[in-house]
Every structure is written in C-alpha cells, then in structure tokens.
C-alpha cells in the first residue's frame, strides 16, 4: 500500500474510533477540535485521490452527491411483521390483558410445558431497517418496502451517527445482517420543526413522519441535517462471528459490535420475565408512567421468547413470528365531531380556544373537551364547527384536536352570481360552460376566529406581534383574572400584606366578597368570619377540596358560648390590610399587575415621575424614552391607564385610603425624554431621531407649533389631524407644563445625595462587608440606580474582589471606578 492509501486507512479507522467513543460510548477520548481538523485532512485527501476513498470513510456521514432514485433490494430473509394484541381499558382504567394471556398459552402449549422467559423491549414507532456488513464494512442499507423488495437507502443511512460504518470489537462476522428501527428522539423532533418553521418549511406531524420523511431523501446531504437515531432488534443472517443461543445474547453482541447509543445505554439491557403477569405489570408501569418521559415514542411493548431454539420450535404464522407479539397501548385517538368552539380565559388572561366534543372514550377516559391551543394552530388545522376530527390524549397531556377529517366536514349548496370575468376563467377550466347562475358546494360554517372581547369581562382581547398567546386585557376587571391579581397585589415584594395569602384570597374571591383590589380595604371581621363558615361547610361536603385546606388554615377561630367571637387570625389579616396603605410608589405600581411592569420597570417609574399622579397621566411617547423601558412596555402602560375602569380602581383604592407615597424624581423625564426622541416615539408616526429634531425645530421648537403650524410636512400634519394624536399632543403639553425641570426635580428632592440621584452604577467583584442587593438598595434609596451592563452611560462601576470584564469594560471607556469605602463616602 502506498504511503497516501495507508495515510488513509488509518485517518478513517481513526475517525470511526471517535465517532464510536463520541456517539455509543459517550467518552470520547479527543476534543472536538482534533476530531474536525482530522477530519478534514482525510477530506483533503480525498479531493485529491478519489480512487483512495473507502467504503467506510465517515466523510460520507455529510451525505453525497443526490440520487435520481432509489435501487430496489431484494431481502434474502423476508422483513415480517408482528401480530398485535390490545388490552382495552374501561372506564375505571382496567386493563383487559386477555389478548395477552391467550398469546401465553398458545406459546406454553406449543412448547409441551417447557416454560418460557420472556423479553420485552419497546416497540419502537420509526422504519423498519436492514443494515448488512460485510467484513465489518457497511455495504447497504435497505428499507422493510413489502417485506420482500425494499429501497436501497445506504447512502443515506451511513449519515445516521450511532450506525457504525464498520463494525467495532474482535470478533467480527463475515457477514451480519442487522435489523432494526430507524426514528427521531422527541427533543431532535422539536428541534426540527421549530426550523422547519423558522425557514419557512412545512413541519412534521409526528417523529415518525419525520424520520420518514428525511430517511427518504433523494439527496444524502439532507438526511445528513436531519438528526436519526437507530436501535438494533435482531439478526437475519449471520456468517462468523459469535455463537449464542437467547434474544439477549444476540443484543448484547450487537452492542459488543458497536450499536448503541451513548444517552440510551439502558435501552439495550432488556428485561426478562418468567411470568406473563409480570410482563403485563411492565406494561402498564410503562404507558402510565414511564412514557412521557422516554426520549422516543413508542406505541406499544414488544413481547419476545427469549430462548432461540424455543424461537424456531414456535417457528411463523403466515407473515409474522409466533414466538413474539407487539402489545400495542391504548388507542390514543379517536375520531368526533366538535359542537362549539369556546374561549377559557386562564388565570394570568390567557385566551385559549377549546373544541367542545360530543363525547367519546378516548386513551381510558371520557373526553368532551380538547384544547385547540392558539388562533394560528385553530387556523393552521382549519378547525370548524360541526367538523368530525381527530382527538388525541397522550398520557396525561390535556386532549386536542391533532387534525380535520376534511371529507366530513358538513357542507351546504349556495347559489353562485357568475360575474362575466370568472365566467371566462371558468370556461377555460371546464368543457361545459356554466350557466350564469349555478350552486357551488361551500362549509356550511365559517373559518373559527377568536372573539374580539373577553366572554367574561367584555375587555378587549389582544394579541402582541410576535406572540402566539391572545389575551384578555381586563386584568382585575375580568372573574377569571381576580384571584391571580389580587394575590399579585397582596405579595411580598407588591403590596406585602400580611396575614392575607394565596388560600384566602382564593376564598375570598370564589365567595364573591372581594372583586376590586380597593374591596380588600373595606374587608371587615362579619365579612371574614362569613368567609370562614362558607369554607367551613364546603369542606366537610367534600373533604379533599381546596376549602378543606382554607379552613385549616384558619382553625384557630373559636366558637364560645355558642356564639362567634372576632377571632385572631381575622384580626391579623385586618392589621396586615391596614398596615399596606403607604407603600412605596413603586410596590404600589408593581401591585397594580400592569403587564410587562415588573419591579425594576415599576422602580423606573417611581423615580421618573415621583408621584401616582404624574404616573397615571403620563403620555406613552415619554413612558418609552425612559431608561429600560421600550415601546412595548410603554405601550402595555399607557394602554393600563387609558382605560377608564383601571383609573376608576385606583380612584376606589385612593378613596379607600390607600396613599402611595410620593418620592424624589431621580430619572428626570425631562432628561431622557429630549424632543427628538419622543416625537420619534410617537405611537403611529415612523421617524428617526434625526428627521424629528428636524420637524421640532421647524415647528419653532414648541408642541403649539408642532399642533398648529400649517408649514410642517403633510404626513405630519394628517398624523396629528387623528383624534387620539390630538388628544396625545395636549396630553404631552400638560405633562410637560406639569412636570418639573431637572434642576428642580433634584432640589425638590429633599435629603437626596446630588452625587448619586439619577447616576447609573453597576456593581461587579464582591465587595468586602456589603452584599450586592444591599449596595444597591443602597444606592437606590439614594435616587441612584443600579444596572447590569456597563456603558457609556454609566456614571460609576463599584469593584470589588475578583471583579472581571466589566472593570475592564469600565477603564476601557474611562467610567470612574469606585471601590465599597470610596461608594460608602459618596452615599455619605
Ligand atoms: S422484532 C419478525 N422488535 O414493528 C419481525 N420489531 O409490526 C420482528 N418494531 O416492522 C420484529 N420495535 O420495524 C421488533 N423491538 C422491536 C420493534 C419492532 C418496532 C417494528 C418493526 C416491524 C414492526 C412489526
């Protein structure tokens, strides 16, 4: 062999070698980088002798050059099937094993008492595959076809990665024929579709579909882009090699050969069972518990006689093997016809469509409901009223509607007026021509399409570009969203009240005795103590609800003298109540449970603005010049107090006696909110920073003239003329007149360090005696504020020990930096 061919050999034996520690074994030996550069040296070489290539090369794992077609392949050993048995359910969730157990008898009496052990493996839901070496050298691969003539997809399997390309070990057949299933893992799946729709691309029904339909690419270099996974089952022929007489044996030597999978080690030790009972145990621990959480589907449990000779003294039945069955699981689908299409509003507001079903049993259950999940998915399957469809429940996923039986859908005549344009169209399509009035077969029901208002609280439905989630807009306003609102308002880090906890609100709200967040603060002890008896007597109705658990948790009521005395626990809840009426500005914001309004853009807001009363009015182009928050956030809070019912709750919770407490303004609106960049943020009106300093200074600098000037461009000028842009521009020219200067701003803040109010600091490293959180609830409270990033706009970076990039970042572009005494001396 010349030196370049030997140079050859070994890079290849080298390579496969890695690819088996990297794939099968799970310990690779080198690092990535060694495996590529080698990689591409044989690659090299290739390019430049051709004739040197080898049949085993791993460069072929990329794929080649497409087919036209695909060879037809003659199996030598016929690819069989199995026979299925089910094992119904009823409605209690029993299994019906008798399928099973005459399968037991049958083999126990075939083989004259001599007992049986079975195997059981999982019956694998991909493409059957036959995958023969000859030398331990991959030579084809073909697929099942009709069990006598497959497709030769060779090509195509050598880019699979756990399929050795030769095979690994020391006693290497002749020739082995390898059977076994070719599919996608769940997670692989996921990650195929969520590109497929990325690109543009149609996704895959289901893994099966997938590794289908990437198995049968013409072109290799697909199939190469597609991640498949393969499991040995069994051997059809063997020349060579090693000698055994179980199923368990002849896997283990497959394993020994290099088939396996390195996250899938356990899969190849099978389980054996000397008890059919047992087996049938195995099943059912394995459809309820263990199969959501496999890394493939599987749709069923293959039962096999272990013994080989036991195997050929049962021998076949017409096309299938006696000595094994596939004990398929329940039947998960099932077909129905949808009678509505309701909307369920969940807890945080979200909007999910669901198909009301005339019942059927489906999985052990009964179903009358399925989740259609979103508009796109109810748009993407076309799912209508009246319409007979798929209806599938996994495990314990909540049921859906996977599909439209299209052919069913009720349909009804409509007469059509032929305009002379469609007329001509139509008379080049059909032989006859039409007469001018006709009927055409329509649906009888319309594309579904989510209602515009919630059914509960007749707020507006909205969707976010980008989001797939529609939501009800009501928030508190909505029953559905109360409970979830109020205990978002009473939470540590909102309202922080006391004593007032998820179980009694939940209490509270389902008895109808708080609606608002102001009805907390006009609770009283007969209003509680009501509550209480209510939970009381739901609970000993029905001993394991939720209102069981309410009632213990307020047990510590007393009854004396048979008559109800104000107890503690009330008292409590109503001392925690009255000691949340001044919060900080910022908890109350964060309270209100604004969408997109955590702490942090709450805080933003307390600082910017100094008072409620600034906040509640501020206009949404100012909101979104503000440091963190940007257009959506803006938006998401100018629409929260645009609403008149929202304005109205926090009027009901002022007069209730709630008094947000005002702070110093330490982010100067008129700082961050310079004309050009809030006309460039005028919702509705694109333009660039550059364009609106521009139409600021032609409108004389002013927003009268922004208002009134007749000069300005037309586009402007028809923007303005709008209703709510008029209405916005006045709303901005209050704020402004309202709003105090920056200099002002900070001297009206009393007790507020000049050096930190409104400066950014980031703090990195550990500093010696201050934790990090209270450095910043530090240099909050002196109006500073803390962020994550540094930048130009940083004021100060506070080191501390081990601190990284971001003092490097912070001396690079000359932001002063601070070590914990130096921070301590500024905050005085
Ligand atoms: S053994 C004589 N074992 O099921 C046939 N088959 O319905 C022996 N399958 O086409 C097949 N998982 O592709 C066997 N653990 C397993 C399997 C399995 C899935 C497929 C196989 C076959 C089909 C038969």
Known sequence: MNPTAQHIRRLTDLLNRYAYEYYTLDAPSVPDAEYDKLFRELEALELNHPEL???????????????????????????????????????????????????????????NGEKPQYVIEPKFDGLAISLLYRDGVLAQAATRGDGTTGEDVTQNVKTVANIPLRLHGDNIPKLIEVRGEILMLKADFITLNQHQTENGQKTFANPRNAAAGSLRQLDSRITAKRKLTFFPYSIAQQQGGKEFTTHTEEIDYLTTLGFGHKKLKNILKLNKFKDINDVLKRYEKMYEEERPSLPYEIDGMVVKVNSLAQQRELGFISRAPRWAIAHKFPAEEALTVVEAIDVQIGRTGAVTPVARLQPVFVGGVTVTNATLHNQDEVSRKDVRVGDTVVVRRAGDVIPEV?????????????????????????????????????????????????????????????????????????????????????????????????????????????????????DLYRLDIPTLQKMKETADKGSSENENGDAETVADDLSESNTQNGKKQPTKWAENILAGIEASKTPELARFLFALGIRHVGERTAKTLAQAFGSLEHVRRAPEPILACLPDIGTVVARSIAHFFAQDAQQAMIDELLAAGVAPQTQAVTIPPARHAEPQRWIARLPGFKISENKAQALWELAGKSIEGLQTDKALPADWQTWRSETQNTALLENLKTFFAQMPSEDEAVQRSDGINKAVAGKTFVLTGTLPTLKRDQAQALIEAAGGKVSGSVSKKTDYVVAGEAAGSKLEKANALGVSVLSEAELLTLLG
């Open 402 to 518: 996977v599909r439209v039986i299209f052919e069913r859908r009720p349909m009804q005549e409509t007469a059509v007026a032929v305009s002379d344009g469609l007329k001509h169209q139509q008379d080049d399509l059909f032989a006859e021509t039409p007469s001018a009035n006709q009927t055409q077969s329509v649906p009888l029901h319309k594309p579904y399409r989510l209602p515009t208002h919630c059914p509960i609280c007749r707020s507006e439905i909205e969707r976010e570009e980008g989001e797939a989630v529609a939501r009800c807009s009501g928030g508190m306003l909505c029953q559905a969203q109360r409970a979830q609102g109020l205990i978002h308002f009473a939470s540590r880090k909102a309202m922080d009240i006391d004593g007032l906890g998820q179980k009694q609100i939940e209490q509270l709200v389902a008895q109808d005795l708080v609606r608002h967040f102001a």
């Open 53 to 111: 290539k080898l049949p085993d090369s791993p460069t072929q794992r990329a794929g080649t050059e497409p087919l036209t077609a695909f060879a037809e392949v003659h199996h030598e050993v016929p690819m069989l099937s199995l026979t299925n048995a089910f094992s119904p359910r009823n409605e209690n969730g029993v299994f019906d094993h008798s399928e099973m157990y005459a399968f037991d008898e049958r083999i126990r009496n075939s083989l």
